[in-house]
């Protein structure tokens, strides 16, 4: 998430009056479009999540501040107005049928001595091929003489959207009523959109296979805002899709068509962890920092419970970094320990305590990942630790490996 900040130095304008927030009556599209309106199609709208969660703080001399959520803002104002010139308008998912995509991202800044709040957005239309049909930026403005005007960037959004949406339809063929009748909304195909780059990677993490089945387990919170899921296998891209979720235990089942030759085994849960008992995490950390091949830690189980003594929960002192959220954590056994979750925010953390924590980080324990697969009826394999032999670190690398793999978050 990215903060854009201001420090006021003169509250020139800390008085005055709000501007009035537009009412969606009085959007009107432009009188010199030719098209009728609204175009008898779908639109759906992408706002990248980065850009969805944004926040613009404004700093004012008394030390307060003001926060403007201006990436809500802007969702608000281009549904808003959307909807004056298309016959329907969606949020876009990858199974969204539609005619039409449009992407938006912008910027926001406010001139303190003029009372100007400004936007531009930069704005990319695609057909249901992912072909890009136009891209293009605008910039409004709103004044008001009220430092705290949180109608002011509202405002300046939908004049934006409007002007753009003004332009692109007056000026595109695309848009006449005989090809809108013609054309069926369908939904973007994940090639099409990665093709043509307008989904963007927002996060990764890793994942492992539990059958051959092509099932994964990872993380609730590594897929749970992914507009698509994709999974980075032996250097192969290919498409997956949530099948079951919880977000109170932080985990998720995912499908793809792969059908992997190995798959992991968890340690049967009428087994307990030991205290002390050495554990190995296989991932992929800080995605296009470190190698895009699997990286391997090893440590120890520090504690049988978690935060606040969560027992569905382990601590351990094997180090994770960002990207690692999902994949497995194993024993000496090479059998699943359970699914790697977190790790303590130590900069956090010591705003309380005056002391950064060393290496403290979480896992879910297997038993509570078998309990969720058999509540959703899926198909993994147990075993207890005595029908398993001790094995070497390369040794289960070399195995964990193989149903190892990266997920890639898009949107």
């Given at each position: 998430?990215?903060?854009?900040?201001?420090?006021?130095?003169?509250?020139?304008?800390?008085t005055?009056?709000?501007?009035?927030?537009?009412?969606?009556?009085d959007?009107?599209p432009?009188?010199?479009?030719?098209?009728?309106?609204?175009?008898?199609?779908?639109?759906?709208?992408?706002?990248?999540?980065?850009?969805?969660?944004?926040k613009?703080?404004?700093?004012?001399?008394?030390?307060?501040?003001?926060?403007?959520?201006?990436?809500?803002?802007?969702?608000?104002?281009?549904?808003?107005?959307?909807?004056?010139?298309?016959?329907?308008?969606?949020?876009?998912?990858?199974?969204?049928?539609?005619?039409?995509?449009?992407?938006?991202?912008?910027?926001?800044s406010?001139?303190t001595?003029?009372?100007?709040?400004?936007?531009?957005?930069?704005?990319?239309?695609?057909?249901?091929?992912?072909?890009?049909?136009d891209?293009?930026?605008?910039?409004?403005?709103?004044?008001?003489?009220?430092?705290?005007?949180?109608?002011?960037?509202?405002?300046?959004?939908?004049?934006?959207v409007?002007?753009?949406?003004?332009?692109?339809?007056?000026?595109?063929?695309?848009?006449?009523?005989?090809?809108?009748k013609?054309?069926?909304?369908?939904?973007?195909?994940?090639?099409?959109?990665q093709?043509?780059?307008?989904?963007?990677?927002?996060?990764?993490?890793?994942?492992?296979?539990?059958?051959?089945?092509?099932?994964?387990?990872?993380?609730?919170?590594?897929?749970?805002?992914?507009?698509?899921?994709?999974?980075?296998?032996?250097?192969?891209?290919?498409?997956?899709?949530?099948?079951?979720?919880?977000?109170?235990?932080?985990?998720?089942?995912?499908?793809?068509?792969?059908?992997?030759?190995?798959?992991?085994?968890?340690l049967?849960?009428?087994?307990?962890?030991?205290?002390?008992?050495?554990?190995?995490?296989?991932?992929?950390?800080?995605?296009?920092?470190?190698?895009?091949?699997p990286?391997?830690?090893?440590?120890n189980?520090?504690?049988l419970?978690?935060?606040?003594?969560?027992?569905?929960?382990?601590?351990?002192?094997?180090?994770?970094?960002?990207?690692?959220?999902?994949?497995?954590?194993?024993?000496?056994?090479?059998?699943?320990h359970?699914?790697?979750?977190?790790?303590?925010?130590?900069?956090?953390?010591?705003?309380?305590?005056?002391?950064i924590?060393?290496?403290?980080?979480?896992?879910?324990?297997?038993?509570?990942?078998i309990?969720?697969?058999?509540?959703?009826?899926?198909?993994?394999?147990?075993?207890?630790?005595?029908?398993?032999?001790?094995?070497?670190?390369?040794d289960?690398?070399?195995?964990?490996?193989?149903?190892?793999?990266?997920?890639?978050?898009h949107?």
């Amino acid at each position: 998430m990215i903060f854009r900040t201001i420090f006021l130095l003169f509250l020139s304008l800390s008085t005055g009056c709000a501007v009035n927030k537009v009412d969606n009556r009085d959007i009107q599209p432009s009188q010199a479009i030719e098209t009728t309106l609204p175009v008898n199609a779908t639109l759906a709208i992408y706002i990248p999540n980065d850009e969805l969660n944004e926040k613009f703080f404004v700093y004012h001399g008394n030390g307060s501040r003001t926060r403007f959520h201006t990436g809500l803002k802007l969702e608000e104002a281009s549904f808003n107005v959307a909807k004056k010139y298309f016959k329907k308008v969606e949020r876009f998912s990858n199974e969204t049928p539609l005619n039409y995509l449009l992407k938006l991202e912008s910027e926001v800044s406010l001139s303190t001595y003029w009372g100007v709040y400004k936007t531009t957005i930069t704005a990319s239309l695609y057909n249901s091929n992912g072909k890009l049909i136009d891209q293009s930026s605008v910039t409004e403005s709103e004044k008001s003489s009220f430092l705290h005007d949180r109608n002011a960037f509202y405002n300046a959004y939908v004049d934006s959207v409007k002007s753009y949406l003004d332009n692109v339809i007056q000026n595109n063929d695309e848009f006449n009523a005989e090809r809108s009748k013609k054309e069926k909304p369908k939904p973007i195909s994940f090639e099409n959109s990665q093709e043509s780059k307008f989904l963007e990677l927002s996060a990764t993490g890793s994942g492992f296979f539990i059958n051959n089945n092509g099932y994964i387990v990872t993380n609730q919170h590594t897929v749970g805002d992914c507009l698509a899921v994709s999974a980075n296998y032996n250097g192969v891209q290919t498409d997956v899709f949530v099948i079951a979720s919880d977000k109170d235990i932080d985990i998720a089942v995912l499908k793809t068509n792969i059908k992997p030759k190995k798959f992991a085994t968890f340690l049967d849960s009428k087994y307990e962890p030991r205290l002390g008992e050495e554990t190995i995490t296989v991932g992929f950390p800080l995605h296009g920092i470190l190698s895009n091949k699997p990286t391997l830690t090893a440590g120890n189980i520090s504690a049988l419970a978690g935060l606040e003594g969560n027992e569905s929960f382990l601590q351990i002192s094997t180090p994770v970094q960002p990207g690692n959220s999902g994949g497995p954590l194993i024993n000496g056994n090479g059998l699943i320990h359970g699914v790697v979750q977190s790790k303590l925010d130590a900069i956090s953390l010591a705003a309380f305590t005056g002391d950064i924590a060393q290496n403290i980080n979480f896992a879910i324990k297997s038993g509570a990942v078998i309990d969720f697969l058999k509540k959703n009826g899926v198909k993994f394999s147990a075993k207890a630790p005595g029908r398993t032999t001790k094995k070497s670190i390369p040794d289960i690398a070399d195995e964990a490996t193989k149903y190892t793999l990266q997920l890639m978050c898009h949107g």
